[in-house]
């Protein structure tokens, strides 16, 4: 992936970005560059829209509460999102305001929250993941949001995954695994579309075990020998998947 620089404030904008195009900023976002970065009259930031790049912008301030951005040249083409899906059991607000911009940050192209028996949330706000997307992948270079699903059931994941995900296989991160090292596991997969499950904080359940297991598109890892809170076991699971089968 080509550098941007780091130097430059990044915003993502619901506009179709290209060439010479003038953007007119929601009223947040234009309070935002005026009045909290304090931006004036030519300042120059990078856009992305998720679907045509980068591009370089300068500011076209209308007054203290409206802006526009004046689109000068793309710095950086777009690029695919990353064939990786993340399956989590939700947690509660910050963990998973934190887990969610974490995935990003490790290349994530899907998430997908999956509701298993011990899962502790009843509501999972599908729009406040979206807005720590945009926050993660704006701090951190990335130009391809990850998408966002609607919570599932954990049973109705296993039972219709052949229907919708064909040869993607789903690396269960399973406390239990008799070895506590991953990476002999990883190695010996074929590279291919993957899916990494993590599970609540209570664990799965034995049931539920029993089940992922029994799949023939399941591979059990651990995470090492010590038992890790779930987004603590996000980040560690990513890392090693990118490490050993991923773009790294």
């Given at each position: ?51 045509n790049g980068e591009w370089l912008a300068h500011v076209a301030p209308a007054g203290r509460r409206a802006c526009h951005l004046s689109i000068v040249e793309q710095t950086r ?14 947690l509660k607000h910050a963990r998973l305001d934190y887990m969610v911009q974490k995935a990003v940050e490790m290349g994530v192209g899907r998430l997908r929250p999956v509701v ?133």
């Open positions: 992936m080509a550098r941007y620089d780091f130097r430059l404030q990044r915003l993502f904008v619901r506009a179709h970005l290209r060439e010479g195009a003038d953007i007119d900023l929601d009223r947040e976002q234009a309070n935002y560059l005026l009045n909290v970065l304090r931006m004036e009259e030519g300042a120059r930031l990078l856009v992305f829209d998720g679907e083409p777009q690029t695919p999102r990353p064939d990786l899906d993340w399956l989590f059991a939700p298993t028996r011990h899962t502790q949330v009843g509501r999972v706000n599908v729009e406040r993941m979206g807005a720590n997307v945009v926050e993660a992948a704006e701090q951190c270079g990335v130009i391809t949001l990850p998408s966002v699903e609607e919570p599932v059931a954990l049973e109705h994941l296993l039972d219709t995954w052949h229907v919708h995900e064909g040869g993607r296989r789903i690396l269960f991160c399973d406390e239990h695994e008799e070895t506590t090292n991953p990476m002999a596991i990883l190695s010996g997969l074929e590279r291919g579309p993957l899916a990494v499950l993590i599970g609540p904080e209570g664990g799965f359940s034995k049931e539920e075990r029993a089940v992922l297991r029994s799949k023939p598109f399941v591979t059990p890892i651990p995470l090492g020998p010590r038992i890790l809170r779930a987004d603590t076991a996000a980040v560690a699971a990513l890392t090693i998947v990118q490490a050993v089968l991923g773009d790294w």
